[in-house]
């Protein structure tokens, strides 16, 4: 049996509340794999994590330290000492701990929580991803012992962890590969984590799937870990936008209590939206509805710092991809949100910069996603049937192919998050609708013959 999730996104809650909660593995999809399991007992079982576990560039962790100092640009992934560590340790070719840690090292096991020796949760440095989510971290380390002891059967249970865009740096720094192993109860060794997997059983193929979008992987089509661990701009995006705008706004004063609250908790949101391209709507939209001349310009005051920090970023004032669509920027040169910009950004920067800022597809949606699954399948395996990627937050399941009778699928895993989704424009005016997913693959047998089963639940609370 194989089950697989992705995107679950466990952050430490400083840039708001959207973690998943334990009961919703224990009380939903436990009981459902264990059903499965008694029915037709496998021969073994394995739970794929297939990227985007961990969250570990949204955190205002990275603009402050614990006694409310500034936490230096420069020792940021994307300054010049995350710059370094990359260089340091792209083509380390084992996980071994070598020199003492950076400050963006340093920094990164602060927001991901170091296992405690005790395993106690009340070891573990407060306000970590680790000790935030500890009971549903704990699920997946007691996951093998849940199963068997749940379907009263003795098989071997493993549970397979690879990393994705925003838990890439677990897979350069070789202390924080081994917390994550200790975290998720995975063998200790010096190996780094593999970015795909193969299972021949159920012919799949699988990989977190931010390869193929430009935005997210620094080199689109190149696949190893070398690749794998380079800084990309969709880093820069979720923290020093996604992350830093609610955060500018919270330190900010004028805004009385209640209204800082309810823009913060409103910009917070972003973190769940999708797609990330029409986050400017998102926000447009958002002043729009608080319909306040204060509120307004308070977002101002936060949007035109946030940009000025953005431009400040040698990486981003630099970064180009040859794969990126330059018809976005067409579209977007007539968008109302432009009046939002200062006078001073405005005449500071060249039009294709701005845009290209401002308009950036951090995901780059199932469309980059299938032509990417299209041709990995035609040079994979003959006997591969199943293509199934992460990353986009939708779940989805589309025919790709018929190769010599073999029909191949793309799958996309989807997320456990919640997601913000854009409604319709017939009335040129989008809204939008927050909705409550889980989703999750599962191929097993019936009967001894193999299949595959694609569950997603939606909740809408009324």
């Given at each position: 049996?194989?089950?697989?999730?992705?995107?679950?996104?466990?952050?430490?809650?400083?840039?708001?509340?959207?973690?998943?909660?334990?009961?919703?593995?224990?009380?939903?999809?436990?009981?459902?794999?264990?059903?499965?399991?008694?029915?037709?007992?496998?021969?073994?079982?394995?739970?794929?994590?297939?990227?985007?576990?961990?969250?570990?560039?949204?955190?205002?962790?990275?603009?402050?330290?614990?006694?409310?100092?500034?936490?230096?640009?420069?020792?940021?992934?994307?300054?010049?000492?995350?710059?370094?560590?990359?260089?340091?340790?792209?083509?380390?070719?084992?996980?071994?701990?070598?020199?003492?840690?950076?400050?963006?090292?340093?920094?990164?096991?602060?927001?991901?929580?170091?296992?405690?020796?005790?395993?106690?949760?009340?070891?573990?440095?407060?306000?970590?991803?680790?000790?935030?989510?500890?009971?549903?971290?704990?699920?997946?380390?007691?996951?093998?012992?849940?199963?068997?002891?749940?379907?009263?059967?003795?098989?071997?249970?493993?549970?397979?962890?690879?990393?994705?865009?925003?838990?890439?740096?677990?897979?350069?720094?070789?202390?924080?590969?081994?917390?994550?192993?200790?975290?998720?109860?995975?063998?200790?060794?010096?190996?780094?984590?593999?970015?795909?997997?193969?299972?021949?059983?159920?012919?799949?193929?699988?990989?977190?799937?931010?390869?193929?979008?430009?935005?997210?992987?620094?080199?689109?089509?190149?696949?190893?870990?070398?690749?794998?661990?380079?800084?990309?701009?969709?880093?820069?995006?979720?923290?020093?936008?996604?992350?830093?705008?609610?955060?500018?706004?919270?330190?900010?004063?004028?805004?009385?209590?209640?209204?800082?609250?309810?823009?913060?908790?409103?910009?917070?949101?972003?973190?769940?939206?999708?797609?990330?391209?029409?986050?400017?709507?998102?926000?447009?939209?958002?002043?729009?509805?608080e319909n306040t001349k204060v509120a307004q310009k308070s977002l101002d005051?936060?949007?035109?710092?946030?940009?000025?920090?953005?431009?400040?970023?040698?990486?981003?004032?630099?970064?180009?991809?040859?794969?990126?669509?330059?018809?976005?920027?067409?579209?977007?040169?007539?968008?109302?949100?432009?009046?939002?910009?200062?006078?001073?950004?405005?005449?500071?920067?060249?039009?294709?910069?701005?845009?290209?800022?401002?308009?950036?597809?951090?995901?780059?949606?199932?469309?980059?996603?299938?032509?990417?699954?299209?041709?990995?399948?035609?040079?994979?395996?003959?006997?591969?049937?199943?293509?199934?990627?992460?990353?986009?937050?939708?779940?989805?399941?589309?025919?790709?192919?018929?190769?010599?009778?073999?029909?191949?699928?793309?799958?996309?895993?989807?997320?456990?998050?919640?997601?913000?989704?854009?409604?319709?424009?017939?009335?040129?005016?989008?809204?939008?609708?927050?909705?409550?997913?889980?989703?999750?693959?599962?191929?097993?047998?019936?009967?001894?013959?193999?299949?595959?089963?694609?569950?997603?639940?939606?909740?809408?609370?009324?």
């Amino acid at each position: 049996m194989l089950i697989i999730i992705s995107d679950l996104h466990f952050s430490d809650g400083s840039a708001g509340d959207h973690n998943v909660r334990a009961k919703a593995f224990t009380q939903v999809f436990l009981r459902d794999i264990i059903s499965v399991v008694k029915n037709d007992p496998p021969r073994k079982v394995t739970l794929l994590l297939l990227g985007d576990i961990f969250e570990l560039a949204r955190s205002t962790k990275w603009f402050e330290n614990p006694d409310g100092t500034s936490f230096e640009m420069e020792d940021r992934p994307w300054g010049a000492t995350g710059r370094a560590d990359v260089a340091k340790y792209e083509s380390l070719p084992k996980a071994t701990e070598s020199g003492r840690p950076s400050a963006t090292e340093i920094k990164l096991l602060e927001i991901l929580g170091r296992f405690p020796e005790s395993g106690q949760r009340g070891d573990v440095n407060k306000g970590s991803i680790l000790e935030v989510n500890w009971d549903a971290l704990e699920f997946f380390r007691a996951f093998p012992s849940l199963v068997t002891q749940g379907a009263d059967i003795d098989i071997p249970v493993e549970v397979v962890y690879i990393p994705g865009n925003h838990d890439r740096m677990a897979n350069l720094y070789p202390s924080l590969c081994r917390e994550v192993k200790r975290i998720l109860g995975l063998p200790c060794d010096d190996e780094w984590f593999d970015h795909e997997y193969h299972n021949e059983e159920f012919h799949v193929f699988a990989r977190h799937g931010h390869e193929h979008d430009p935005f997210n992987c620094s080199r689109v089509g190149s696949m190893n870990r070398t690749s794998h661990v380079q800084l990309c701009i969709g880093d820069i995006l979720a923290t020093e936008f996604a992350v830093r705008l609610p955060w500018e706004v919270k330190n900010q004063n004028g805004l009385n209590k209640n209204t800082k609250e309810r823009l913060v908790k409103q910009l917070e949101d972003l973190d769940n939206l999708r797609p990330l391209n029409s986050a400017m709507e998102w926000l447009y939209y958002k002043v729009r509805e608080e319909n306040t001349k204060v509120a307004q310009k308070s977002l101002d005051r936060a949007f035109d710092k946030v940009a000025k920090e953005i431009l400040s970023v040698e990486f981003f004032r630099t970064w180009e991809s040859p794969d990126t669509r330059l018809d976005d920027l067409a579209r977007a040169a007539t968008h109302p949100w432009l009046r939002w910009l200062s006078r001073e950004i405005l005449t500071k920067l060249d039009t294709g910069t701005l845009l290209g800022f401002f308009n950036s597809r951090s995901d780059f949606g199932d469309s980059g996603l299938e032509n990417g699954a299209f041709h990995e399948a035609r040079y994979s395996k003959p006997e591969v049937k199943y293509m199934v990627y992460g990353h986009t937050h939708e779940p989805m399941q589309k025919p790709l192919d018929v190769r010599n009778y073999r029909e191949v699928m793309y799958l996309n895993s989807g997320t456990w998050r919640n997601r913000i989704i854009q409604t319709s424009k017939f009335d040129r005016t989008p809204d939008y609708i927050s909705l409550k997913q889980m989703s999750y693959i599962l191929f097993s047998k019936d009967g001894g013959k193999p299949r595959m089963d694609m569950w997603m639940g939606t909740r809408k609370e009324i």
